[in-house]
């Protein structure tokens, strides 16, 4: 079983910042991946940001110079979101790629957090 938790988000205005955790636990051989995904109010799922075990990046252009991924030794990943806007408004939920030896792959989610911005 993995466990994937994720806090830190809320309400904020125009302009403003938040920084998402998500920390994942539980029987992990290995993470290939952690990342971000969000979902706005009739729309499609999509990817906001991602980090390889390797350390490699990659954003979505909406988002880019002004979200910053990262992670830690502990499994947790972090979404520094700066210069906020109300087209981010969305439930953000962090994605997790786990390898099970010696061919599985499988991807975890977590639970979701609303962003909300608006004045």
């Known amino acids: 079983q993995v466990q994937v938790v994720e806090s830190g988000g809320g309400l904020v205005q125009p302009g403003g910042s938040l920084r998402l955790s998500c920390a994942a636990s539980?029987?992990?051989?290995?993470?290939?991946?952690m990342g971000w995904y969000r979902q706005a109010p009739e729309k499609q799922r999509e990817l906001v940001a991602r980090?390889?075990?390797?350390?490699?990046t990659n954003y979505t252009d909406s988002v880019k110079a002004r979200f910053t991924i990262s992670r830690d030794i502990n499994n947790t990943v972090y979404l520094q979101m700066n210069s906020l806007k109300p087209e981010d408004t969305a439930v953000y939920y962090c994605?997790?790629?786990?390898?099970?030896?010696?061919?599985?792959?499988?991807?975890?989610w977590g639970q979701g957090t609303q962003v909300t911005v608006s004045s």
């Open positions: 994605n997790v790629v786990v390898h099970s030896p010696p061919t599985k792959i499988y991807n975890h």
């Open positions: 539980g029987n992990i051989f290995s993470i290939l991946a």
């Open positions: 980090i390889t075990s390797a350390g490699t």
